[in-house]
């Protein structure tokens, strides 16, 4: 399914016609076209090759894989259904290895399917359907309570430097990072956007910048590398990005270029904000040095699409993402509040009710 309409709301994932429909950010923004997915493993290849990308609308997506695959195996034998669901949780957690919300979904449904063992296999399906459908409505709920909270630190008229997109199209709609910048806009302030273009897969030149174009909110393009000039030019009076995952302590995995840009902020004496809900808090992991990192295709790094820059045989390294320590963060904005100066004690306190 394809459509030209630009001005629509921005549904990055829907369910229609018994299958799960996502928009192909590969694309972006020379097509805007849905993708139709109808079993766990083409979630996951879907995942894995970046037809839909941000923590929150792996998550998302993942959680509909599930349902696809207990759909599909409408008909089996409860041994043979046991075995296939078995099979789509392990092809669904090695899809990507950074965004935590992957593995919080799956949590999720594999302890809803498990509680309802000995149940019909289509009143199992049609359960985990409707708790994937709460996933998604869940997050764009999460997504406009950190829109409202974190909209405050924004002051009328700011300059925001972003990085990558953590916008309605990471997640299932409004955005973290983008989410706080639509709320800001909502209550009447002038913000205008600063876009790093994010290489080496451009996520804010073809993305956010989509984005806030369809929307009518100002946005600057920029490339990585002139981060540090505009901010020492005086033209950047905050940053606010998204995260994968977020250790115990505050440490922040997102995508790589994330910790040169708050080491930047720091030395400009300039606000570091990260939109992060609980999902992406990891209180498994001590400290940044335990999240694993995905390493991409040199291919990304090496030209993009049909174009090659590079010279053949080069050796490339293409970690996905980057950690930025706790110390960096002005604050993480998340569902429950606003935590500044996060550290192990503080990030505790949000899971204490």
């Given amino acids: 399914m394809a459509t030209n309409e630009r001005n629509q709301a921005v549904e990055t994932l829907r369910w229609r016609?018994?299958?799960?429909?996502?928009?192909?950010?590969?694309?972006?923004?020379?097509?805007?076209?849905?993708?139709?997915y109808h079993s766990a493993v083409e979630v996951a290849e879907g995942i894995r090759t970046m037809v839909?990308?941000?923590?929150?609308?792996?998550?998302?997506?993942?959680?509909?894989?599930?349902?696809?695959?207990?759909?599909?195996?409408?008909?089996?034998?409860?041994?043979?259904?046991?075995?296939?669901?078995?099979?789509?949780f392990e092809v669904l957690a090695a899809s990507r290895p950074t965004a935590v919300n992957l593995f919080w979904a799956l949590k999720r449904m594999r302890a809803l399917w498990e509680g309802?063992?000995?149940l019909a296999l289509g009143e199992i399906a049609g359960r985990l359907l409707a708790e994937a459908h709460e996933v998604l409505a869940e997050d764009i709920r999460i997504n406009r309570a950190m829109g409202a909270l974190g909209a405050v630190l924004l002051p009328d008229g700011a300059r925001v430097l972003?990085?990558?997109?953590?916008?309605?199209?990471?997640?299932?709609?409004?955005?973290?990072?983008?989410?706080?910048?639509?709320?800001?806009?909502?209550?009447g302030k002038r913000i205008a956007v600063i876009a790093d273009e994010t290489r080496p897969f451009l996520q804010g030149a073809r993305l956010t910048?989509?984005?806030?174009?369809?929307?009518?909110?100002?946005?600057?393009?920029?490339?990585?590398?002139?981060?540090?000039?505009?901010?020492?030019?005086?033209?950047?009076?905050?940053?606010?990005?998204?995260?994968?995952?977020?250790?115990?302590?505050?440490?922040?995995?997102?995508?790589?270029?994330?910790?040169?840009?708050?080491?930047?902020a720091r030395r400009h004496g300039i606000p570091f904000y990260v939109a992060c809900p609980l999902s992406t808090i990891d209180r498994n992991i001590a400290?940044?040095?335990?999240?694993?990192?995905?390493?991409?295709?040199?291919?990304?790094?090496?030209?993009?699409?049909?174009?090659?820059?590079?010279?053949?045989?080069?050796s490339v390294r293409n970690p996905a993402f980057d950690v930025?320590?706790?110390?960096?963060?002005?604050?993480?904005?998340?569902?429950?509040?606003l935590v500044h100066q996060p550290n192990r004690e503080r990030i505790a306190a949000l899971f204490s009710d």
């Fill in 17 to 36: 016609n018994h299958c799960l429909e996502m928009i192909d950010q590969r694309v972006l923004p020379a097509r805007f076209e849905y993708l139709a």
């Fill in 52 to 88: 839909v990308r941000g923590a929150p609308a792996i998550g998302c997506a993942a959680a509909y894989g599930v349902a696809l695959e207990a759909l599909r195996l409408g008909g089996a034998s409860s041994g043979e259904f046991s075995r296939g669901m078995d099979r789509a």
């Fill in 324 to 337: 930025t320590p706790a110390e960096l963060v002005s604050c993480l904005i998340t569902e429950k509040g």
């Fill in 287 to 314: 400290d940044g040095a335990a999240i694993p990192i995905e390493e991409r295709a040199a291919e990304e790094v090496t030209g993009f699409r049909e174009c090659q820059w590079a010279a053949p045989g080069v």
């Fill in 162 to 187: 972003t990085h990558c997109n953590a916008g309605a199209l990471a997640t299932a709609g409004h955005g973290t990072a983008l989410g706080v910048i639509r709320s800001a806009v909502e209550a």
């Fill in 209 to 264: 910048a989509w984005e806030m174009v369809q929307e009518k909110i100002p946005v600057t393009l920029i490339t990585d590398n002139m981060a540090g000039y505009m901010m020492n030019c005086g033209e950047v009076d905050a940053v606010v990005v998204g995260t994968d995952r977020v250790a115990a302590n505050g440490d922040v995995a997102n995508k790589i270029g994330t910790y040169m840009v708050a080491v930047l």
């Fill in 116 to 118: 309802l063992k000995g």
